[in-house]
């Protein structure tokens, strides 16, 4: 039993490496080298939202210290942002963060760049919001 438990905590140890870091980097080389946009997405949203994790967990590192399942909770999280079957980044992406960032662009583009004509500029917004159609796979 004690080579089990050896093997289980160094498999354990192992795993946040492997689903954070080697995974995702080798699939976002992928990423770039296709001319799919939606894995593009969603792997530009996972650096997102992993750079934003690591950063929390660093602010709150005191706290979390006296969480004992924190390291597991946040391997389940990561391996759901990562995991193709379940595309959470690029959900967490499209469902929350965009819609926020397009409100707050065009609220800060009326107050401080208005064309002469008085019509503000709205080409960035154009750009991050999905066309009909664009994002079928969901």
């Known amino acids: 039993m004690g080579y089990f438990w050896t093997l289980m905590c160094h498999l354990h140890t192992l795993a946040g490496p492997v689903t954070m870091l080697l995974y995702p980097l080798y699939a976002s080389v992928v990423a770039i080298e296709t001319t799919d946009k939606l894995d593009d997405e969603q ?15 660093m602010v709150l ?29 690029a959900f967490i992406y499209d469902k929350f963060v965009r819609e926020r960032i397009i409100k707050r662009y065009r609220e800060s583009q009326q107050h401080h760049n208005k064309s002469p004509k008085g019509k503000s500029k ?13 994002h079928e796979a969901y």
Do not use: C, N
């Open 43 to 57: 792997w530009l949203a996972y650096w997102i939202f992993y750079s934003f994790l690591t950063l929390m967990e």
């Open 61 to 89: 590192q005191p706290v979390l210290e006296w969480i004992p399942i924190w390291y597991d909770v946040k391997l389940i999280f990561v391996a759901w942002l990562v995991l193709p079957q379940f595309r959470g980044a």
């Open 122 to 134: 709205t080409k960035f917004v154009d750009f991050i919001t999905s066309k009909k159609g664009e």
